[in-house]
Structure formats: structure tokens, C-alpha cells
């Protein structure tokens, strides 16, 4: 079983930053993948970005690509959300996820966290 929290959300300008962050707990396999979801009001959730258990392979979504990054410390069994150029669009619910196995899937994700919001004004 492994737990997530999110935190860091919140309310900012169009073309302004955030960063959120995801500490994992419990116990994890050795090959897994942690990442960001997110998911505007009356819509699906989508994949964001995705890194790797040693941080050496990254996904994005292209609606990201250029704006966000993907971080982690291993240490502190966090990964990080940078959001920069944030736009309205961005505005949703984002979710922490973990996945286990060697495979990266944008489906199958096996552990979520409670969301948190990042509301874009313009």
C-alpha cells in the first residue's frame, strides 16, 4: 500500500508559477512510476507527466511540453510539479499518482492521491 500527498495548490495569474509537491509513504516496489493528473470541472482526467523511479525518464503531455517539469528527491520520497507560463486552461484538480512495474502506461495507475487545486485566472 503506498499513500500520497499533495500540496501546494492554489490561485494564480495567467503566466504565473506553481509548484506542487507529492510525499509518498508505505511501501513501494523497486520499479514504479510516480506522476501528475489532472482534471478540469465536467471533464476526464488526463495524464500530465510522469518520471521514473531513478528520475533518469520523463513523460509529458504536449499540452505541458516547455511549461512544466518534473522532479524528484529521492530522499524525501517526494516528487515536484513546476508550473510556469501557467494559463487557464491549466485550471483542474491535479492528483499525484503511482504506478507500479517498469512500464509506463498513462493507464492502470494504482495509487491517487486527495487532488489539490490550481485555479489560472486571466
Known amino acids: 500500500q503506498v499513500q500520497l500527498v499533495e500540496s501546494g495548490g492554489g490561485l494564480v495569474q495567467a503566466g504565473g508559477s506553481l509548484r506542487l509537491s507529492c510525499a509518498a509513504s508505505?511501501?513501494?516496489?523497486?520499479?514504479?512510476?510516480m506522476g501528475w493528473f489532472r482534471q478540469a470541472l465536467g471533464q476526464e482526467r488526463d495524464f500530465v507527466t510522469a518520471?521514473?523511479?531513478?528520475?533518469?525518464?520523463?513523460r509529458y503531455a504536449d499540452s505541458v511540453k516547455g511549461r512544466f517539469t518534473i522532479s524528484r528527491d529521492n530522499a524525501k520520497n517526494t516528487i515536484y510539479l513546476q508550473m510556469n507560463s501557467l494559463k487557464p486552461e491549466d485550471t483542474a484538480v491535479y492528483y499525484c499518482?503511482?504506478?507500479?512495474?517498469?512500464?509506463?502506461?498513462?493507464?492502470?495507475?494504482?495509487?491517487w492521491g486527495q487532488g489539490t487545486q490550481v485555479t489560472v485566472s486571466s
Open positions: 518520471i521514473s523511479w531513478s528520475g533518469g525518464s520523463t
Open positions: 499518482a503511482f504506478k507500479n512495474g517498469p512500464i509506463f502506461r498513462t493507464t492502470g495507475w494504482d495509487y
Open positions: 508505505g511501501r513501494t516496489s523497486s520499479f514504479y512510476f
